[in-house]
């Protein structure tokens, strides 16, 4: 490029003629094909209106589309043959009276048909979007007012997806969100005069303010579609009390952070990139199939990602990971966090005050807590947490006090104490520093916090995230006594893991009869006799108990082998036959309930029925089963003839009066 000039938009492609054009210094526009050696040999269209940027797109073959800073728009063919006809000098385009500029451009393609939209402001932090068809002969074209999601928010980037169903916004108070466009394209193409005015931003979730430098510095953070529910976000954070490049896949659907990574991560294999560089945030970002590019103020990002297909389970953190970058082992995902709300009457200042030193507090423990060096053995891990437990509870006991403390001149307490579910004294704990935890416990090669990981249960503050990682854990060390802690402790288990819970109980029979002489395994092969030793059975009825979804449940049955299903079968018929008098002695479990024993049953003769129907040792199992459901639908049909008896007998109410019946009848039922 020749001096004092300078590239004002980025190259791009034209899709027709395979040529590339870019804009030089506002108003001209450079051609060249690629055979091209020199610009000074290339076709140069000169306009007389300002250039804002050229558009492409990607599956429609079509010239690029120029947009004016006036938000008016034109193909580049059209460009061209009106400079050829007109051969003009460049006039500087002057502004019009209205204060207004335009901060965003894009094109998207709705049902086959080519769009374009931008945003540009009106007056103070109201914006104005255009929509605009370009369906050959002429284009229609839409304005409607963006309302932003908090009167003070200023606008900073935007993205639309590929197909043009919505619009995802990020604004300077953290707001990501998301704002529908499919009334707005039908009002396009509409002849009606009953179009859409304004349009709303639905907010997804509030961030922490990405890094801005100053107010009017927008090209800090951007914004880049993935897919229609996915986004990726680019900018400045503070991490582990350090500003850093950061870039974020987040979920537009459920509004869930799916993965983040630091530029520093990406680039810590590569010595060409400079250390020590200033972080000023990202200034341009677009997604390829496989790959997000983002360009920095000091360099070019290059990251390989993966996104599995959107589904509610990924989205809330329980399936292993939905967006993957570089793996990161001591990242986990803050998604549901234990909220600390204030007290009535207390000052909003002091508690936020509060809540930070908390945090701070949090955060340096964890970091002790996590890091190997600080917290070597056993001992150490199991002292600093206990303390910092104890910390906790001891706080929850002086705030306690403090409410219980008489008013000055009565004798009764100022406030009554909230009777938590868990009782007073509770242990409440982040999820985020429990899931740290566990992954320092779980990964710990040196030695077996068993412990420390039944405290944290107790807290019933385990996410399920986690469940999956705590439970393989524990049944590779084969503790069913921490094991049956977690059943009872831990919400949301998925159902696989359930299976494989139960899969590892009943595989202990294997290891209790290698044990024990032959003769007391045949006699524990008798019908008669319970299948499982009481305390294998004990653990199977505290993972039978768990709350399961049958639905989720049945795939994963029908992956358990037809040897532990008929033992698990046959353990349950022990449990069925044995129902009218109670089977709490044999098994002491107080948990797991007769209809709970019929819903496993059914699911396992679901499961397996094509092994059960032609496995001749099933089939006097079957028949069994058969017998005994016969034989109790036909007690329960005659309990049901003694129910109304039985109520009016515990209302302890006199019969209704009435002509020719004696004192007293008499009735005989077969039961």
């Avoid at 537009?252 to 991560?265: A, V």
């Avoid at 653990?539 to 033992?567: G, H, T, W």
Wanted: glycine letters at 4%; aromatic letters at 8%; proline letters at 4%.
């Amino acid at each position: 490029m020749e001096q004092r000039d300078e590239v004002t938009c980025a190259a791009v492609q034209n899709r027709v003629d395979k040529s590339f054009c870019m804009v030089v210094n506002k108003t001209e526009i450079f051609l060249w094909k690629e055979t091209d050696s020199d610009f000074k040999k290339c076709q140069r269209i000169q306009s007389d209106k300002d250039i804002f940027s050229l558009l492409v797109w990607n599956d429609i073959h079509s010239d690029p589309l120029v947009m004016f800073e006036d938000c008016s728009s034109m193909l580049l063919a059209e460009l061209v043959s009106t400079s050829e006809s007109k051969k003009v000098k460049r006039r500087r385009h002057t502004r019009s009276s209205q204060d207004f500029s335009l901060l965003w451009s894009a094109v998207f393609q709705h049902q086959n048909q080519p769009y374009s939209g931008s945003i540009r402001t009106h007056g103070k932090n109201k914006y104005i979007v255009k929509v605009t068809c370009h369906v050959n002969p002429e284009k229609k074209a839409v304005d409607f007012t963006l309302t932003p999601p908090a009167e003070d928010a200023m606008l900073l980037t935007c993205c639309v997806s590929e197909e043009g169903y919505h619009l995802t916004s990020y604004w300077s108070d953290g707001s990501l969100c998301v704002t529908e466009l499919q009334a707005v394209l039908h009002s396009v193409l509409s002849t009606d005069k009953s179009r859409v005015s304004s349009v709303t931003c639905r907010r997804i979730q509030r961030l922490q303010p990405l890094h801005t430098g100053t107010v009017k510095d927008r090209a800090s953070v951007t914004l880049s579609a993935i897919d229609t529910d996915h986004v990726c976000l680019c900018g400045g954070a503070v991490t582990d009390g350090e500003l850093k490049d950061i870039i974020m896949v987040w979920n537009i659907k459920y509004g869930t952070l799916q993965s983040w990574q630091t530029l520093d991560k990406i680039t810590a294999r590569q010595s060409a990139v400079p250390r020590s560089v200033q972080t000023h945030g990202a200034c341009c970002a677009c997604c390829i199939p496989g790959f997000i590019c983002v360009g920095f103020h000091h360099c070019v990002a290059v990251c390989q990602f993966l996104i599995d297909t959107c589904s509610l389970a990924s989205a809330l953190g329980q399936l292993d990971s939905t967006a993957i970058f570089l793996k990161d082992e001591s990242f986990k995902p803050e998604l549901l966090v234990t909220p600390k709300l204030a007290r009535p009457g207390e000052a909003l200042r002091c508690w936020s005050e509060t809540i930070e030193k908390e945090d701070q507090v949090e955060k340096q423990v964890l970091q002790r807590l996590t890091d190997a060096s600080k917290t070597p053995t056993i001992e150490t891990f199991s002292s600093e947490l206990k303390d910092y437990t104890t910390l906790k509870l001891s706080k929850q006991d002086d705030k306690l006090k403090e409410s219980n403390a008489p008013e000055q001149g009565t004798s009764k307490p100022a406030v009554v104490p909230f009777q938590g579910k868990f009782g007073k004294k509770t242990e409440v704990l982040s999820q985020h520093f429990i899931a740290a935890v566990l992954t320092r416990c779980i990964s710990e090669k040196k030695f077996w916090a068993r412990e420390s990981i039944s405290e944290l249960l107790r807290t019933k503050c385990v996410p399920s995230s986690s469940s999956k990682e705590l439970l393989n854990c524990i049944v590779e060390r084969n503790d069913l006594e921490l094991l049956k802690e977690c059943f009872e402790n831990i919400k949301g288990i998925s159902e696989d893991s359930v299976v494989l819970c139960l899969r590892h109980v009943l595989r202990q029979k294997d290891i209790t009869s290698k044990e024990k002489d032959p003769e007391s395994s045949q006699a524990n092969d008798d019908v008669n006799e319970m299948p499982l030793d009481k305390t294998s059975a004990k653990y199977l009825c505290s993972i039978l108990s768990y709350p399961v979804n049958d639905a989720f449940l049945l795939p994963c049955l029908k992956n358990l082998s037809f040897e532990d299903a008929l033992l698990l079968i046959k353990f349950l018929m022990y449990l069925m036959e044995r129902c009218l008098t109670g089977f709490e002695d044999d098994v002491d479990c107080n948990t797991l309930k007769y209809p709970q024993v019929l819903d496993w049953v059914g699911l396992l003769l679901n499961a397996h029925y094509t092994q059960l129907v032609i496995t001749p040792e099933a089939h006097e199992l079957l028949v069994s089963c058969h017998k005994t459901v016969s034989q109790q639908i036909g007690t329960y049909g005659k309990l049901r003839t003694l129910e109304s008896f039985l109520e009016h007998f515990k209302q302890q109410k006199p019969l209704p009066k009435a002509e020719k019946v004696g004192l007293y009848t008499l009735e005989v039922l077969e039961l």
